[in-house]
């Protein structure tokens, strides 16, 4: 019952997440409005581990642990808010739907899941169709848009890569342990950027920018990177970004409507492609055995040579 619970907060959160962070760059530029968020959710993150009665573990493992996550939050968070202002922040979660099928083919390379079955890798080569369809539209409407996609998959990269490296150290740590550990890692690394970029704080505040920020730094950051440790300790990583199949639906209903945001109708067909694929990757199991079956009655050789090399790596 907490990893259901834990698991529908994680879809809501992020769901609002990409309205939250359009509406938090009111009033401030990209890297102001994230490294605000990472500092104060760093800050707040040690009364919250004092609380739970738990204490920052320095060993070698929780620091690759922490290093693992902050690609997931310095990486992905840099991108995404980077290139946020120029697509609508629906699209933003759709492209967020490739990280279950990216991480299950890190998985599969690294950790060594068998997750990436044949049809899972056909949803993966579908899934980038519609991605490719997505971008077509988006820069012959906006020639910013190349920004907002392209800091969204880099996104999309690090968050996936992140999920994989923090599941391969595996240091058995508290999610809020992993959390504050990481958040400050990634701040030390914010803190390192801040001479590219500069911090900038308006005179004038913007009440709904800061409103957002406020609501990123305590459901977005904390809670939500609580919950989403937590079950990623609890289920394969593949399964766990596998919220991103609801995500953005629930994202593009808020953007509509929070921001009035519409989506001309490639862009929704290459949405819709995309969600379908990740649909085909969730539920895999029925269409591969009749594959299989397929392929084990038209090619017996094969099968059995497949089933071979299954039964030698494992």
């Given at each position: ?12 959160i992020?769901?609002t997440?990409?309205?939250a962070?359009q509406f ?14 990472m500092?104060?959710?760093a800050?707040?993150?040690?009364p ?7 204490r ?8 690759q642990?922490?290093?693992g996550?902050s ?11 980077w290139?946020?202002a ?14 279950p ?8 390379v690294?950790l060594?899941e068998?997750e990436?079955?044949?049809v ?14 997505v ?5 012959s ?9 392209v ?8 968050f ?9 150290v ?13 958040l400050?890692v ?7 950027t801040?001479p590219f970029?500069?911090v900038?704080?308006?005179?004038e ?19 939500a ?5 937590y ?13 991103t199949?609801?995500a ?15 989506l ?24 591969d ?10 090619y ?8 071979k ?5 494992s």
């Amino acid at each position: 019952m907490k990893i259901i619970v834990a698991y529908l907060l994680v879809v809501l959160i992020w769901s609002t997440t990409p309205v939250a962070i359009q509406f938090s760059q009111n009033g401030l530029d990209f890297f102001t409005a994230v490294s605000l968020r990472m500092w104060v959710s760093a800050l707040l993150s040690l009364p919250l581990v004092w609380l739970m009665r738990q204490r920052l573990v320095f060993n070698k493992q929780a620091l690759q642990s922490y290093l693992g996550g902050s690609l997931g939050i310095y990486g992905a968070m840099m991108s995404v808010y980077w290139g946020a202002a120029h697509i609508p922040s629906g699209l933003i979660s759709v492209i967020y739907g490739l990280s279950p099928m990216l991480s299950g083919a890190l998985a599969y390379v690294v950790l060594r899941e068998r997750e990436l079955t044949p049809v899972r890798s056909f949803a993966l080569v579908m899934a980038l169709a519609g991605l490719a369809l997505v971008v077509s539209a988006r820069i012959s409407m906006d020639g910013l848009a190349w920004r907002g996609i392209v800091g969204s998959v880099v996104s999309v990269l690090c968050f996936a890569g992140s999920a994989v490296w923090v599941k391969q150290v595996g240091a058995g740590i508290h999610p809020m342990v992993q959390t504050s550990g990481t958040l400050w890692v990634s701040g030390l690394l914010y803190l390192c950027t801040v001479p590219f970029f500069g911090v900038h704080i308006p005179q004038e505040k913007d009440v709904i920018s800061f409103a957002a920020l406020g609501y990123l730094i305590t459901c977005g950051s904390l809670l939500a990177f609580v919950l989403y440790f937590y079950i990623l300790r609890q289920l394969p990583t593949s399964r766990v970004t596998l919220i991103t199949l609801v995500a953005p639906v629930l994202a593009i209903f808020w953007g509509y409507l929070l921001r009035g945001e519409r989506l001309q109708w490639e862009s929704f067909a290459g949405a819709a492609i995309l969600l379908a694929s990740l649909a085909v990757y969730q539920w895999h199991r029925s269409p591969d055995r009749w594959l299989r079956a397929l392929v084990a009655g038209r090619y017996p050789a094969v099968t059995k040579s497949v089933q071979k090399s299954e039964r030698q790596s494992s």
